[in-house]
């Protein structure tokens, strides 16, 4: 996965994002990760990109020309590869429109069906949103999925592109080793996950629940779904009924 993130805050994203698991899988090229700066692209000896709204009200719009130079410019970066190998450019610039996510909280809400999504694509565009948003001319030329991370305001758009960089990047092989499971957590069957515990078996007077020490697995499978389940019904009841209504019960 190539992403490349349209930001005031490049080192915001480079930082966060070269740590930890991601940051290995970029080190192995797994991922890659580029950024474009906005600022770059402003249209004034200031280097500012935004500006008041038009119809009054408090606040500051990112303008439409930094926004659309930046993105021929990460156009123009992802496509780098594809240059050396077609010289039919425009061809695949129709055929492969690379996705352009835009983040901002009127989006649509992410989840791990979106996150699965985005991960079979071969490269994302992300524009993280500042201030009051950016103009919607632009947007309308470029984004092709709006996306917010939940109910709630940022200060900017960089910490949701993160978040779904994240969760892209755990779904493409090779980006989690063996340890890391992908498979059984949360969301991955429908249901929240089990409660887990590691050594040692007692803490503090809490014991670990005989059933995991009883090396029968049939029995320790049961009890984990039933504790999904049990979970899933205290803190996302909805998630609860729509498990039992796809498998036809209820
Ligand atoms: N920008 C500010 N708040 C946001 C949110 N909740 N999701 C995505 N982008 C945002």
């Not at 930082?15 to 192995?28: D, H, K, Q, V, Y």
């Not at 970066?77 to 077609?86: N, P, V």
């Not at 919607?136 to 092709?144: A, S, W």
Request: glycine content about 8%; hydrophobic content about 35%; some cysteine.
């Amino acid at each position: 996965m190539k992403y490349c993130v349209i930001t005031l805050f490049p080192e915001l994203i480079e930082n966060a994002f070269s740590t930890s698991i991601t940051g290995r899988a970029l080190s192995e090229g797994i991922l890659s990760l580029d950024t474009v700066s906005l600022r770059a692209f402003s249209q004034n000896s200031y280097g500012s990109v935004d500006d008041y709204t038009y119809g009054g009200g408090a606040g500051m719009l990112i303008q439409c020309e930094p926004v659309w130079l930046a993105y021929q410019e990460a156009l123009s970066r992802i496509e780098t590869k594809f240059d050396e190998e077609c010289d039919e450019l425009s061809t695949i610039r129709e055929e492969k429109r690379t996705r352009v996510i835009y983040t901002s909280p009127a989006g649509r809400v992410f989840d791990e069906g979106m996150a699965e999504e985005f991960s079979r694509e071969e490269s994302l565009i992300i524009l993280c949103g500042h201030y009051e948003g950016v103009d919607q001319r632009v947007l309308d030329r470029i984004v092709t999925d709006e996306v917010s991370i939940g109910d709630y305001v940022l200060t900017g758009g960089e910490l949701p592109a993160l978040v779904i960089m994240d969760a892209v990047s755990r779904r493409i092989p090779g980006v989690l080793n063996n340890e890391d499971s992908a498979g059984s957590e949360s969301f991955e069957n429908g249901l929240l996950e089990y409660p887990q515990y590691t050594r040692p078996k007692e803490w503090r007077g809490l014991s670990v629940p005989d059933i995991l020490l009883s090396g029968d697995h049939q029995a320790v499978e049961t009890w984990r779904l039933t504790e999904a389940k049990k979970k899933t019904k205290e803190m996302r009841p909805e998630l609860l009924e729509k498990w039992y209504k796809d498998r036809g019960i209820m």
